[in-house]
């Protein structure tokens, strides 16, 4: 059993696959904040194969560590120049997010051949481009959609802190509304402006606030959810394909 793990800035996202599953066909999927991390040893006990992206840093590596069964063959993944038919155009391709990479040979598995705008909304929002040859172009990152909410609370006077969770109207009528409309207008922006710099372009939206945005956008879009770990099975075993997780 292959168990593959996205650990990102709050929460440690997993699933277990079958060899020979197709691609996002999981035995089992779940996630943790990292606090609570450790009610996931049992359901990782029966991965032998492990593939992890981490972007939290070392000391959640060393958690992970410790929650694996003992003897699995672990690989913790990183961008490399060349995976999984993804060419890594990044100036230094090892400052690449892994987690990054990782979403844009996910969705180039899943509509091979085509130009592709790839949007993760999580604790930060990063949107980025491959050609349709399998050439990764670069991206944005920007702050997440509860991050900008919170930010403006944090940091004005009379501002308040709202629910990141609800489609206002586009000019709000009051200022919990306006807060909602600037935000989701922020984070719609760059992934239309993205598309428009590419011409025609598959636009591939996942993360915890990806519906949220989506429902924001003015462009053609799919959201596909746990887009890392569909990129992490497809570069554990070289799948491609339609399927959705």
Known sequence: ?????????????????????ALGAWSAIGAASHAELDIVRA??????????SNV???ALAARIAALLQAGAQV??????????????GYRDPARLGCDRFAAAIGARALAP?????????GT?????????????????????????ASSLARNTAQLPQVDAGTLPPLFGDNT??????????????????????LGAATCIVSGGAAPYIAS??????????????????????????ETRC
């Open 1 to 21: 059993m292959m168990l593959l793990i996205d650990a990102g800035n709050s929460r440690v996202k997993w699933a277990l696959v079958e060899d020979g599953a």
């Open 43 to 52: 359901d990782w006990a029966s991965g032998t194969r492990v593939l992890v």
């Open 56 to 58: 939290a840093g070392p």
């Open 75 to 88: 690989e913790w993944f990183a961008s490399t120049p060349q995976r999984a038919g993804l060419t890594n």
């Open 113 to 121: 051949g085509q130009a592709l705008v790839v949007a993760t909304c």
């Open 124 to 148: 930060a929002t990063t949107v980025d481009a491959v050609c349709a040859d399998g050439r990764f172009i670069g991206g944005m990152i920007l702050p997440g959609l509860a991050l900008m």
């Open 176 to 197: 919990n509304d306006a807060i909602l409309s600037g935000v989701l207008s922020a984070q719609a922006g760059p992934i239309e402006r993205a598309v428009a710099g």
């Open 216 to 241: 924001a956008l003015k462009v053609p879009h799919q959201v596909v959810d746990n887009i890392v770990l569909v990129g992490l099975h497809a570069a554990a075993t070289g799948l491609t394909g």
